[in-house]
């Protein structure tokens, strides 16, 4: 393993968080550790959050928010918002080896939910 060169992996999305919630699961290369470097959601459609907002999670397991959980608010289309922004975002950037690693994108509740994204996740694996 080596930390001077870690290689660098960009997952990206395109997701309808109005729509519904979906989950994913991603593993990094076999015997590889991670570091989250930066989760970035750029809205194409203005989000609609009125009784829970959308978000991006990351964790151990479905809907777990033990890596990032990164709510997404009111973002206006074209506006961008990226995890290094606001502290609390990352809650732990260090990825084990050989782990399903949960990404959900979390689908805002009441009113019209809408909102659609891209979303790219940063990560390096050493």
Known sequence: MSYSQPSPYC????????AATEGL???????K?????????IAYETFNSVSSQAAVNI?????????????????ADGDEKRMTDTA??????????D???HL????PT????????????MIHWY
């Open 110 to 121: 009441g009113g019209t939910p809408a909102g659609k994204a891209y979303v790219q996740i």
């Open 99 to 101: 782990t399903d690693i």
């Open 33 to 41: 550790q991670g570091t989250i470097e930066e989760v970035e959601v």
């Open 88 to 97: 609390g975002d990352l809650v732990l950037n260090a990825l084990p080896a």
């Open 104 to 107: 959900t994108l979390l689908a």
């Open 59 to 75: 964790g151990s397991s479905a809907l777990g928010t033990q890596y990032v959980g990164m709510e997404l608010g009111n973002l």
């Open 11 to 18: 997952f990206t999305f395109l997701h309808d968080f109005g």
């Open 25 to 31: 699961i991603f593993r990094g290369p076999k015997g």
